[in-house]
C-alpha cells in the first residue's frame, strides 16, 4: 500500500512525513523544484504487541505503509512551484500511490510564504481538490478527443476504441460539472477497466489531515471543530508528532500521555487510510516470527498466501486459521485446539481482519 502526502507549502506535510515514518527531512523549506521523498510508516497495531508477549519471536515485523512526500502544490497558477510541467510531473507521479493523504493548514504563524494569504482551512481543502479535479479533466479531455478520431477508424482496436470513448464521456461530463471521478458508478467490467487505466486523481481514496496548533488540541478546541465538518479527517499538530516520532520507543508513551494525546500519528492514519482504502491485516505467528500482512477486504486465503510468497499462492493446499480474539481468549494455540477453535479453510476462504494464518502449501 502506497500513500501520496500533498498540501501547499508550510502545510506541515513533511513533518508529518517525519512523524510517521521516522525521517529527517528539513521541514520549514519550499521548493520550487519537483520532487518527492519515499518512507516507511510502520503501523502500530496493538494485537501484534500482545502477538509479541505471548510467542517471543526471534523477528517481530510490523505491517508497513509506503509514504511519499511530494513538493507542495501552489494553488490558482496550476502550478506546483514553477509551472505546468512542474505541476504535471508531480501530478503523474501521484496518480502511482494507492491513496492521498491532503494535509491543511489550520495553525496560525508570523512564517508564512507568501504562496499563502491566510489561514483558511476548508478554502485550502477546496482549492486543492479543484487541482485535482482539473488534473483530471485535462487527462480526460485529451484522451476523449482522441478517440472520437480514433473510433472513426476501421482499425483492429475500432470496437474497443467505441467502447472507451463511450465510458470516458460520461466522465468528462462528472468531471466538467465539478464533480470528482469517484460519484460515477461503472457498472459493466469494461467501464471499470477503462476508469482504472487512468488512475484518476479525484477517484483515489483520501485522507485528510488538518494541522493544528498544540493549543487546538482536544475537546472543544479547534481540531474537533474541523473534524465535525469534514467526515472522516483527524487533526493534529504536525510539529509536535514529530517530536513524538522522534524519540526512542520507550519514551514516546510517557510524552504522548503527557501532551493529553491517546495515541501517536502513525497509528491514527493508519487506521484512516486502511478504513479508505477497505484493508484490512492478518497475522502468521510462531518463535521465529510474528509478522503482519495487509490485503483488500474480501480477499481469500489464497491471495493472503500470495502476500506472503506467490509459491505458496500457486501451491496453496489448505490454511489453518483461528481468530486473534479467540487466542486470546484460549492463551495459547494447544488450548484453543482443544476448544476446537482451530478451523482448516480452503483456498475461497475470505480471510478476515486480524486473523491468524498458517498457510500450508506444497512448494515443490
Request: with cysteine; proline share 4%.
Amino acid at each position: 500500500m502506497k500513500l501520496g502526502i500533498i498540501g501547499f507549502p508550510a502545510c506541515g506535510k513533511t513533518s508529518l512525513f517525519n512523524a510517521v515514518t521516522g525521517g529527517v527531512q528539513p521541514v520549514g523549506q519550499y521548493s520550487g523544484s519537483p520532487g518527492s521523498t519515499v518512507g516507511v510508516m510502520k503501523v502500530p497495531d496493538p494485537r501484534m504487541f500482545k502477538l509479541r508477549d505471548m510467542y517471543k519471536p526471534k523477528s517481530f515485523v510490523l505491517a508497513a505503509v509506503d509514504c511519499v512526500d511530494f513538493t507542495g502544490l501552489i494553488s490558482g497558477t496550476g502550478a506546483a512551484g514553477g509551472g505546468k510541467e512542474v505541476k504535471g510531473e508531480i501530478l503523474g507521479k501521484l496518480r502511482e500511490v494507492d491513496g492521498i493523504v491532503h494535509v491543511v493548514r489550520a495553525y496560525e504563524s508570523s512564517e508564512v510564504p507568501h504562496v499563502l494569504e491566510s489561514i483558511d482551512p476548508m478554502r485550502d481543502l477546496g482549492e486543492t481538490d479543484n487541482e485535482l479535479l482539473f488534473a483530471d479533466l485535462a487527462q480526460c479531455t485529451s484522451r476523449v478527443e482522441k478517440l472520437r478520431v480514433q473510433a472513426t477508424k476501421p482499425t483492429k482496436t475500432q470496437e474497443q476504441d467505441k467502447k472507451e470513448l463511450a465510458t470516458l464521456e460520461k466522465v468528462l461530463k462528472i468531471l466538467e460539472d465539478g464533480k470528482p471521478v469517484s460519484t460515477y458508478a461503472p457498472i459493466s467490467d469494461d467501464e471499470k477497466r477503462h476508469i482504472a487505466a487512468f488512475q484518476f486523481l479525484t477517484n483515489k481514496k483520501q485522507v485528510v489531515v488538518f494541522n493544528v496548533a498544540e493549543g487546538d488540541l482536544g475537546e472543544g478546541g479547534k481540531a474537533a471543530e474541523l473534524e465535525k465538518k469534514v467526515p472522516n479527517a483527524i487533526s493534529l499538530c504536525a510539529k509536535i508528532e514529530m517530536e513524538i516520532g522522534q524519540l526512542p520507543e520507550a519514551e514516546r508513551s510517557e510524552f504522548l500521555a503527557s501532551l493529553g494525546i491517546s495515541e501517536p500519528a502513525s497509528a491514527r492514519l493508519a487506521r484512516q487510510a486502511y478504513a479508505a482504502l477497505d484493508a484490512i491485516p492478518f497475522f502468521t505467528v510462531g518463535e521465529d516470527e510474528c509478522r503482519a500482512w495487509t490485503i483488500h477486504r474480501g480477499d481469500n486465503a489464497q491471495a493472503a498466501a500470495g502476500k506472503i510468497h506467490t509459491d505458496l499462492a500457486k501451491g496453496f493446499v489448505r490454511a489453518e486459521v483461528f481468530g486473534y480474539e479467540e487466542l486470546l481468549a484460549a492463551g495459547s494455540e494447544k488450548e484453543l485446539k482443544a476448544a476446537g477453535k482451530f478451523r482448516l479453510e480452503g483456498k475461497e476462504y475470505i480471510v478476515k481482519d486480524g486473523d491468524i494464518v498458517h498457510i500450508r502449501a506444497n512448494t515443490r
